[in-house]
């Protein structure tokens, strides 16, 4: 078996550095291609990042190159991989029980009445993946061989790569229970049968010429999956008996990336495989058990989740502290995939120098592994060079202007910012409101239409004047307010035209900030997001929504929702400065939307909505340190939001958010109204909700917005009946899961319609005059 390299990294983008992928695939859904010119784009893709990374100085034969390609999702990916699909699915294998890329994605968007599978947060990132659904029914085969395919079309090409995938425990510790599985049924349980699926595909990775393959395990170092640290370990070890005792099998990394391996790093240092990858930037280095002196060690010292260029020397410290572990060697490595940030740093031209010089993105990233890779070879004499000026950009960063602004520190806080008048209190005043039983209304954005990205990037590019721009967003407004009346819906959104992101679009208009042009990265599947660069203190210099706002609600008499995207969710989708706490920041952008709230009040928008579909995303994997994040997060929004009068309603979202996970936390909000993901889970929500005895307003979404599927009325009355049967009426609102921005008119539309056909018989139902 070869040594393992001395450098390499867990993943990089698959995406393309001008998001290649998502146009291929989207044209392919759209019918506008064939499927012989997508594979021929994923494998242009493929190419290109393989000579990038050897360009960048990553060994070409050495197995340092991760292939770590997906047409979608990695975890569906696996699934697929060892057939685990629903029965629901079944009909697409081809006769020799394939699951082909057709089929791959119908399981990952849904076809007709067929529901695609359910999508969640990855670990703490702002990634989605797809949640497998096991049973006892699910029959495991080798079902698709694209993996192999892909090490033997870099063979071909002259390259010697690692495949990743992801392993059998994540693989089934992430997925659910099959609607025909039998109640309190652990997918984990179907360990054992798993095992010869991987063993079998091990063996035709070898013979397409891997010598090395990367199992991804985050599962284990995870404390929120309903597995218990000791049943994870204790699958990890089977597993990793099974497989490293395989006849015929490539060398294997463990990489278990996002958090402190704990005690299970002594599991894996037992266990049969040749090298461990540890997250050394979100976890400490562990302590020495036996095994290792057999064993790489791979340290995670380049951060994967983030933009900074950190500390070098730090990270050399770090590797050094591995070393004496007393491991056969040890390699340098990212902390995760690169996934997570943009392609390259080169790519911006607009970003100021002195900001670029803290940067890096992916290219950036490999590079100082590389770097780190030759201190570990050569001595750390020999990188002195770009260590110091790594230090050097770190100091200066922290003493530019801006990192820190006395007026915006300066602001007193007490306790009672952080509160509002009572619920019953603010229930009671929000009667003049005039709502109905199940009010209707939507999340915030409508369609993001051609035309608008057009007009935006003319108005961008200089080509049109600012009047002209705004005066095609008035008309934009004016449309989806109009059809916001004919649809029959209670409760208004002004469609948000003037907003390219959620959170850009704030990142654009307060201090502290900086935005990318090509800083792209996969959110799920074709979507990719752009985070901004939050590196210095936060503030507000003028109004940023009221002006829209107050147009909308000038079009009509019904009330129009102000749309804020709250402070951790902000941050969350940012890359945020590393230099101070969370908290910290978070409320410095609390303090900039209580401003914005403020004004919006003034302006007569009687119902403000503050998002925070990230909240369950950022929570720590670690029970320990999840206490702490749950109270700054919480204050954070109360801080956003504890000077609006009784009178006015305060909303927020939550999306792929597993409700009963932070349940206390949703509730210490103290929302007027929370809107949460329940469509594609199917209303699983709403027990969490009525166990909890959760008394505030809560709009359960009844339209899964990540699928192309149009719900029947059926369908969402069904959803809806549920809710009713669980929830007290009073306290239901009538939602899509999230906003439509990434959906098209057409659909929009006709799922609208269903849904308020569908709320009116449930309304009738019960009785209820409006």
Known sequence: MSDFPVGTILGYPRIGRRRELKKAVEAFWAGRSDLAELEATAAALRAATRERLAALGLGQADSAIPESFSFYDQVLDAAVTVGAIPARFEDLRSADGAIGLPAYFTIARGEGERAPLEMTKWFDSNYHYLVPEIGPETSFSLSSDRLVREVAEGVAAGFVTRPVIVGPVTLLALAKASDAAPEGFDPLSRLDELLPVYVELLAALKDAGAEWVQLDEPALVSESLPASTAQLADAAARALAVLGGAPARPSILVAAPYADLGETFAVLAAAPVEAIAVDLVRGGVPTSAPGLENKTLVGGVIDGHNIWRGDLAAAADRLEALGRLGAASVSASTSTSLLHVPHDVDDETKLDARLVSWLAFADQKVAQVVTLA??????????????????????????????????????????????????????????????????????????????????????????????????????????????????????????????????????????????????????????????????????????????????????????????????????????????????????????????????????????????????????????????????????????????????????????????????????????????????????????????????????????????????SVEEVETLLRRAVDEIPLRQLWVNPDCGLKTRGYDETVASLRNIVEATRRVREDVSVTV
Request: charged share 25%; with cysteine.
């Open 374 to 711: 030759r201190g570990l070879s050569e001595g750390r004499d020999a990188i002195a060079g770009e260590l110091d000026a790594a230090s050097a950009a770190l100091a200066d960063r922290l003493s530019a202007p801006g990192v820190r602004d006395g007026a915006v520190r300066g602001r007193a806080l007490t306790e009672a910012d952080f509160s509002r008048p009572s619920y019953e209190e603010r229930e009671s005043a929000q009667e003049a409101l005039g709502l109905p039983a199940l009010p209707l209304t939507t999340i915030g954005s409508f369609p993001q239409t051609g035309d608008i990205r057009q007009a935006r990037a003319r108005f961008t590019r200089g080509e049109i004047p600012a009047e002209d721009y705004e005066e095609f967003l008035r008309r934009e407004v004016s449309s989806v307010v109009s059809l916001q009346e004919d649809l029959g819906l209670d409760v208004l959104v002004h469609g948000e035209p003037e907003r390219n992101d959620m959170v850009q679009y704030f990142a654009e208009n307060l201090d502290g900030f900086d935005v990318t042009e090509n800083g792209w990265v996969q959110s799920y599947g074709s979507r990719a997001t752009r985070p901004s660069i939050l590196w210095g203190d936060v503030s507000r210099p003028a109004p940023i929504t009221v002006g829209w706002s107050s147009f909308a609600q000038s079009l009509t008499t019904k009330h129009m929702k102000g749309m804020l995207t709250g402070p951790v969710t902000i941050l969350a989708w940012s890359f945020v400065r590393d230099d101070q706490p969370l908290g910290e920041t978070a409320n410095q952008v609390a303090l900039a939307l209580r401003d914005e709230i403020a004004d919006l009040e003034a302006a007569g928008i009687a119902i403000i909505q503050v998002d925070e579909p990230a909240l369950r995303e950022l929570l720590p994997l670690k029970k320990a340190d999840q206490p702490a994040y749950l109270k700054w997060s919480v204050d954070s929004f109360r801080l956003a939001t504890g000077g609006a009068a009784a009178g006015t309603q305060v909303h927020t979202h939550l999306c792929y958010s597993e409700f009963g996970v932070v349940i206390d936390a949703i509730r210490a909000l103290d929302a007027d109204v929370t809107s949460i993901e329940a469509a594609r889970s199917r209303m699983e929500v709403v027990a969490d909700v009525a166990e909890a005895g959760f008394d505030h307003g809560i709009g359960p979404g009844v339209y899964d917005i990540h699928s192309p599927r149009v719900p």
